[in-house]
């Protein structure tokens, strides 16, 4: 059975910098896209980034591009999420998410879900 584990998340000055790791029991390589999300109190849950498996092709939402990088490790099943320049406004819980072709981000409907870590940008 498939378990995301994030970790990386914590307290961080403005302008910190984070990396979040998201470890999957079995071969991410099964998948078709894996994806950051993240959810702020009383927002929507939005997609910060994702990755398709097959094609390698990435994606970023418009407001962390230039700061945030997302990268794999397919012989750990780890994908990272390097956050740079972090914002008070980045201040949310991050998921990542694994998925089969479909219609959402990357092209993917996500249906496996980690436990989610928090992040916190605060001075």
């Known amino acids: 059975q498939l378990q995301l584990v994030e970790s990386g998340g914590g307290l961080v000055q403005p302008g910190g910098s984070l990396r979040l790791s998201c470890r999957a029991s079995?071969?991410?390589?099964?998948?078709?896209?894996i994806g950051w999300f993240r959810q702020a109190p009383g927002k929507e849950r939005e997609g910060v980034s994702c990755i398709s498996i097959s094609s390698g092709r990435i994606t970023y939402a418009e407001s962390v591009k230039g700061r945030f990088t997302i990268s794999r490790d397919n012989a750990k099943n780890t994908v990272y999420l390097q956050m740079n320049s972090l914002k008070p406004e980045d201040t949310a819980i991050y998921y990542c998410a694994v998925g089969n072709y479909g219609t959402g981000w990357c092209r993917a409907d996500y249906d496996d879900w980690g436990q989610g870590t928090q992040v916190t940008v605060s001075s």
């Open positions: 079995i071969f991410i390589l099964n998948y078709y896209a």
